[in-house]
C-alpha cells in the first residue's frame, strides 16, 4: 500500500530577529558548524585566545537549557529519531523554535538564550506514533535547567486509493493529510499538510502518525486537482481503511472585480467551489468517514482588479461569491470550462445607529450584531455610533445590541435600508433572574448549570422559527454556573418569559420553571 509518508511543515530552521547577534542560532541544536575563524597573519605565533563553547554543538553544556524526553505512554520506552521543537520567544518581535532529534534514548537537549519565553514543546509524529506536545508558557531564567517528558500515543493510519474520472489507478501521485476539520483547510492561507505520501503503482497509499482527532485526506497530480477527497474522525491506534479519493484534471480561471462606480477593486474575497459543498458529506461504511467534493477556493483580487483561481476542475461549474466591504456580496457561477469571468459589484448600503442610555447619553462599547445573509458584528465608538458597510437590501434582517447591565435589544424583522439617516436606540437598565438549586433533600447544589430558554422573540410567534442564533445564545447568557450556595443570577435578559432549567454534574436534570427576569428568586430541584 506504499511507504510511510513523512510530516512535513516542521522542517529544520531557524526563525528569529535580533536575538541571532546575542546567541548564535544556526540550523537545528546540534547540525549546526561552527563558523570559520580568521586566521592570523603575522610573523609570530598567534596568542591563544579563549574558545568560545558553541552550545548547538554541546548543549549539555549549556548553563540555561531544557532536556526533553520522548516516551510511549504504553509501557514508557523511548523515542529515538523523533523530531522535537522548542517554541520560544523574546521581546516582541524575536521568536521561532529550536529544533532538534531525540537520541537512542528518546533525549533531547536544547540550549535556552537566558530570560526567552518558552511557549511550548512540540513532537512530531512518526510511523508508529502520533504527534504530541506539552504547554510551558514559562520565561527561562539564565542558569535554570529543566526536564520535561512528552507522553506520545500510537499512531493512527489511514488506507485508500486514488483513481481519475475514468477509475483506473492514479500511480505515484502525491497524497496530503492534514489533522484537522475539513473546512479549516479550505481558507484564504490553507495551512500546509501535517503528513505527505505518494500513491503506489496500483494506486494504493497507506498514511501514517495521526493522533485522535479529526483529519482531511486529499491529492493531487500534474495539473490534476482532487474532486473528491475524505475525511472524518480517528481514535486512537486506529487504522481506517477504505478511503476512495479521486482526481480530474484541472484549468486555471482568472477574473476581474469592478465596483459599478468605482471602477477594479483590490482586496475583494473572492470564494469558489462546488455548487452544496457546505451540505455534501458523502457517508461510507464507516460512521466516522466521510468523502467530500473538491476544496472551495479562497483568494483576494488585487490593486488592478484581477484575480487567479488555480485548477478548477474541467467540465464542472463552480458557484463564486465575491465580498467586499464597500460594496454589496455578489453571488454568480463559473460556467463549465469557462475560464475567464469578469464581476461588477454594485456599492454597498450604509447602516448606522446610535445607541443612547436611559437618560439620553450616548453609550460605547456596544456590541452590534448584525445577521443579513451572513453574521456580522460592530461597536459603538464614543459618540455611541455603529456602522455596518457594504450591505445589501434586506427587508428582513436581524439586529441585536448588548451592554452589560442592560437588557438585550433584538430587533425583526428590521429592514435595510432603514428609513431615515440613523437609527437610534434606548438601552434600559437590566434586572436579573436569580434563584437557587438545591438536590431532593434542600441542600444547596454547587458546580450545576442553570440553562434559560426564550419562550418569545420578536416577529414570530414559534422560537424555532427565528433567522437568527438566539440573542441569549449570541452572547453567551443562556447559561450559568452555580456559586457554592446554590444560587445563580442571569443578566441583561430580555423582558420576556424563559423556560429555566438546571442540569447537574452527573446528568440529572430539574424540573423546568417559567418565569421573566426581576421576578422574585426561584427554585429549581434536582428529583
Not at 97 to 103: A, K
Not at 363 to 386: C, D, E, H, M
Not at 423 to 435: D, T
Request: one cysteine or more; a negative charge.
Amino acid at each position: 500500500m506504499g511507504g510511510y509518508s513523512d510530516p512535513v511543515g516542521r522542517g529544520k530552521f531557524w526563525m528569529f530577529g535580533g536575538l541571532a547577534g546575542a546567541f548564535l542560532l544556526l540550523g537545528a541544536c546540534g547540525d549546526s558548524a561552527s563558523p570559520p575563524r580568521p586566521g592570523v597573519d603575522s610573523g609570530r605565533a598567534a596568542e591563544t585566545e579563549p574558545q568560545e563553547v558553541d552550545f548547538l554543538v554541546n548543549p549539555l553544556l549549556s548553563p540555561t537549557r531544557i532536556e526533553v524526553t520522548v516516551l510511549r505512554e504504553s509501557d514508557s520506552s523511548a523515542v529515538a529519531g523523533v523530531d522535537v521543537h522548542v517554541i520560544w520567544r523574546k521581546g516582541d518581535y524575536d521568536l521561532g523554535r529550536l529544533n532538534g532529534t531525540t537520541d537512542g534514548n528518546g533525549f533531547f537537549p536544547c540550549p535556552i538564550h537566558p530570560r526567552s519565553y518558552v511557549h511550548s514543546i512540540l513532537v512530531d509524529p512518526t510511523q508508529d506514533t502520533a504527534p504530541a506536545g506539552v504547554m510551558v508558557k514559562e520565561i527561562w531564567e539564565e542558569g535554570r535547567v529543566g526536564s520535561f517528558e512528552v507522553k506520545v500515543a500510537p499512531a493512527s493510519k489511514v488506507t485508500g486509493t486514488l483513481v481519475d474520472v475514468d477509475g483506473n489507478p492514479a500511480s505515484f501521485q502525491p497524497v496530503q493529510a492534514w489533522f484537522k476539520e475539513r473546512w479549516e483547510t479550505e481558507g484564504e492561507a490553507p495551512p500546509l499538510p501535517d503528513l505527505i505520501g505518494k500513491t503506489n503503482a496500483e494506486g494504493g497509499f497507506m498514511l501514517s502518525g495521526f493522533p485522535r482527532g479529526a483529519f482531511t485526506v486529499s491529492a493531487e497530480g500534474e495539473g490534476q486537482v482532487a474532486v473528491q477527497r475524505a475525511g472524518g474522525f480517528l481514535d486512537k491506534d486506529e487504522i481506517l481503511a477504505g478511503l476512495e479519493l479521486q482526481i480530474a484534471p484541472g484549468q486555471l480561471v482568472v477574473g476581474e472585480v469592478h465596483g459599478s462606480e468605482t471602477g477594479p477593486l483590490n482586496e475583494a474575497l473572492v470564494i469558489a467551489g462546488e455548487p452544496g459543498r457546505r451540505g455534501d458529506y458523502r457517508p461510507t461504511s464507516h460512521e466516522r468517514l466521510f468523502h467530500y467534493p473538491a476544496a472551495q477556493v479562497v483568494v483576494r483580487s488585487g490593486g488592478d482588479g484581477a484575480f487567479e483561481l488555480p485548477l478548477v476542475p474541467e467540465g464542472r461549474a463552480w458557484n463564486l461569491n465575491v465580498r467586499h466591504p464597500a460594496h454589496q456580496d455578489w453571488y454568480g457561477k463559473i460556467e463549465a470550462d469557462q475560464s475567464f469571468v469578469k464581476v461588477e459589484v454594485l456599492a454597498g448600503i450604509l447602516l448606522e445607529g446610535k445607541v443612547l442610555d436611559p437618560e439620553g447619553n450616548p453609550v460605547k462599547k456596544v456590541q452590534a450584531r448584525l445577521f443579513s445573509g451572513q453574521g456580522r458584528s460592530a461597536r459603538t465608538y464614543k459618540p455611541g455610533i455603529f456602522r455596518f458597510r457594504g450591505l445589501s437590501p434586506d427587508p428582513a434582517a436581524v439586529l441585536m445590541l448588548h451592554l452589560p447591565g442592560h437588557r438585550l435589544v433584538t430587533l425583526f424583522p428590521f429592514e435595510i435600508p432603514h428609513p431615515g439617516s440613523m437609527v437610534e436606540f434606548v438601552l434600559q437598565i437590566s434586572v436579573p433572574l436569580q434563584g437557587r438549586v438545591v438536590d431532593a433533600a434542600g441542600e444547596p447544589v454547587a458546580g450545576a448549570t442553570v440553562v434559560v430558554q426564550a419562550l418569545s422573540l420578536p416577529g414570530v410567534d414559534d422560537p424555532s422559527f427565528f433567522p437568527a442564533p438566539h440573542p441569549e445564545q449570541v452572547f453567551s447568557l443562556d447559561r450559568v454556573v452555580t456559586e457554592e450556595d446554590g444560587r445563580f443570577a442571569i443578566p441583561d435578559l430580555r423582558d420576556v418569559d424563559y423556560r429555566v432549567s438546571a442540569e447537574g454534574r452527573d446528568g440529572g436534570r430539574s424540573t423546568p420553571v417559567v418565569v421573566r427576569p426581576g421576578s422574585d428568586p426561584i427554585s429549581l430541584q434536582f428529583p
